[in-house]
């Protein structure tokens, strides 16, 4: 009975054994997809069109944008500008929205010509336009040192656009101003809803998971109104959760309805950020875990305990998006409903655009 006892257990451990190794290779597996799919590093300028480039000026038609391709040396060997001065800028046109990781730049083929520093700026429309920051100020980056070595810099966080500019700030005294670019990225895989100041986006949550230890809510947003509410969750008792922008800022208000019960935690309003209605792309991060509260727009983050109140709150099974569905319900909200466009909205890791499409 003894032996037979060992070889039953045996037997689990070697099952147990071969079931980890299998976990393991599909884990292996799945990181090894995950990395490629994650790969955003490829060429996007040397595949364009002629048409896809222009500038403030060219020196002549062999000194065209055009020719601006790294490593190529057509026409003159790079663009040239007619004049050499701080108000001259290289543009490309990549087609579509695409995600931008790296860019590299060199001088004009076999000249006294190149850039010595520089300003980056992207767009959407190619009209409305934004400069890239890195530690919170305008970076200028650094340039050539002579025509034909390339520089090679991996941004510090990606850049989502259509539209690239170089704008030249510094080049070579001896010479003028020449460039030569490569630009390194994927496309840009993305869910967009607009919306017209009167409708909403609803979400019905699954009220097995809705009682969630953790809750993350996520999109991007862009907008020309300073006014308008992003989400709202409210309860049966005038609980309510609603972030809303007012006067270009964005506030998160957390209200437990019922001062009577809890008169010291009734409400709380955190504000972020300023000018949010700027028609750029906004990030915004909502984690709740436990009584924890991490607010995100954009790279500033505020962090609160929200002392329980949490525990309080009494919301529906709903979460509205771009709107209220019942106005009137919350009194002390501007009831103006978002206008403008929400891009990727998630919500614990659902697609909410995409659920929203296919249903």
């Given at each position: 009975l003894?032996?037979?006892?060992?070889i039953?257990?045996?037997?689990?451990?070697?099952?147990?054994?071969?079931?980890?190794?299998?976990?393991?290779?599909v884990?292996?597996?799945?990181?090894?997809?995950?990395?490629n799919?994650?790969?955003?590093?490829?060429q996007?300028?040397?595949?364009?069109?002629?048409?896809?480039?222009s500038?403030?000026?060219?020196?002549?038609?062999?000194?065209?944008?055009?020719?601006?391709?790294?490593?190529?040396r057509?026409?003159?060997?790079?663009?040239?500008?007619?004049?050499?001065?701080?108000?001259?800028?290289?543009?490309?046109?990549?087609?579509?929205?695409?995600?931008?990781?790296?860019?590299?730049?060199?001088?004009?083929?076999?000249?006294?010509?190149?850039?010595?520093?520089?300003?980056?700026?992207?767009?959407d429309?190619?009209?409305?336009?934004?400069?890239?920051?890195?530690?919170?100020?305008?970076w200028?980056?650094?340039g050539?040192?002579?025509?034909?070595?390339v520089v090679?810099y991996?941004?510090?966080?990606?850049i989502?656009?259509?539209?690239?500019?170089?704008?030249?700030?510094?080049?070579?005294?001896?010479?003028?101003?020449g460039?030569?670019?490569?630009?390194?990225?994927?496309?840009?895989?993305?869910?967009?809803?607009?919306?017209?100041?009167?409708?909403?986006?609803?979400?019905?949550?699954?009220?097995?998971?809705?009682?969630?230890?953790?809750?993350?809510?996520?999109?991007?947003?862009?907008?020309?109104?300073?006014?308008?509410?992003?989400?709202?969750?409210?309860?049966?008792?005038?609980?309510?959760?609603?972030?809303?922008?007012?006067?270009?800022?964005?506030?998160?208000?957390?209200n437990l309805?019922?001062?009577k019960t809890?008169?010291?935690?009734?409400?709380?309003?955190?504000?972020?950020?300023?000018?949010?209605d700027?028609?750029?792309?906004?990030?915004?991060?909502?984690?709740?875990?436990?009584?924890?509260?991490?607010?995100?727009?954009?790279?500033?983050?505020?962090?609160?305990?929200?002392?329980?109140?949490?525990s309080?709150?009494d919301?529906?099974?709903?979460?509205?998006?771009?709107g209220?569905?019942m106005p009137?319900?919350?009194?002390?909200?501007?009831?103006?409903?978002?206008?403008?466009?929400?891009?990727?909205?998630?919500?614990n890791?659902?697609?909410?655009?995409?659920?929203?499409?296919?249903?």
């Amino acid at each position: 009975l003894l032996g037979a006892s060992m070889i039953v257990n045996m037997d689990s451990v070697t099952e147990i054994f071969l079931q980890l190794l299998f976990l393991l290779s599909v884990h292996r597996q799945h990181m090894a997809v995950a990395g490629n799919k994650y790969n955003c590093d490829d060429q996007l300028v040397s595949a364009l069109p002629q048409s896809s480039f222009s500038s403030s000026s060219e020196l002549s038609s062999s000194h065209s944008p055009g020719f601006a391709r790294l490593n190529r040396r057509e026409g003159a060997g790079g663009w040239s500008p007619l004049v050499s001065n701080k108000y001259q800028w290289l543009q490309i046109d990549l087609g579509e929205r695409t995600e931008i990781t790296a860019v590299a730049t060199q001088g004009g083929y076999g000249s006294s010509d190149w850039v010595t520093s520089y300003l980056l700026m992207f767009s959407d429309s190619g009209q409305n336009w934004k400069q890239y920051r890195q530690e919170e100020s305008i970076w200028a980056f650094s340039g050539n040192t002579n025509a034909d070595s390339v520089v090679y810099y991996k941004l510090q966080h990606s850049i989502k656009a259509r539209f690239l500019r170089f704008v030249p700030l510094d080049w070579n005294p001896n010479g003028r101003i020449g460039m030569r670019i490569e630009v390194y990225g994927c496309t840009y895989r993305s869910e967009v809803v607009g919306f017209d100041g009167k409708s909403c986006l609803i979400y019905t949550l699954n009220k097995k998971l809705s009682n969630a230890l953790k809750d993350v809510i996520s999109l991007k947003f862009k907008t020309m109104q300073s006014d308008g509410i992003l989400l709202h969750r409210e309860g049966q008792n005038g609980d309510h959760i609603t972030m809303e922008l007012t006067k270009g800022k964005l506030s998160l208000l957390i209200n437990l309805g019922d001062t009577k019960t809890h008169p010291s935690n009734a409400q709380i309003n955190i504000t972020l950020g300023s000018l949010l209605d700027d028609q750029h792309w906004h990030s915004v991060l909502i984690e709740h875990f436990n009584n924890q509260v991490n607010f995100t727009v954009d790279k500033h983050t505020h962090h609160f305990h929200a002392k329980g109140e949490f525990s309080y709150l009494d919301l529906d099974y709903e979460l509205s998006f771009g709107g209220i569905p019942m106005p009137g319900k919350s009194g002390t909200l501007s009831r103006r409903n978002f206008h403008g466009c929400f891009e990727n909205i998630y919500y614990n890791g659902v697609n909410i655009i995409d659920l929203a499409r296919r249903h």
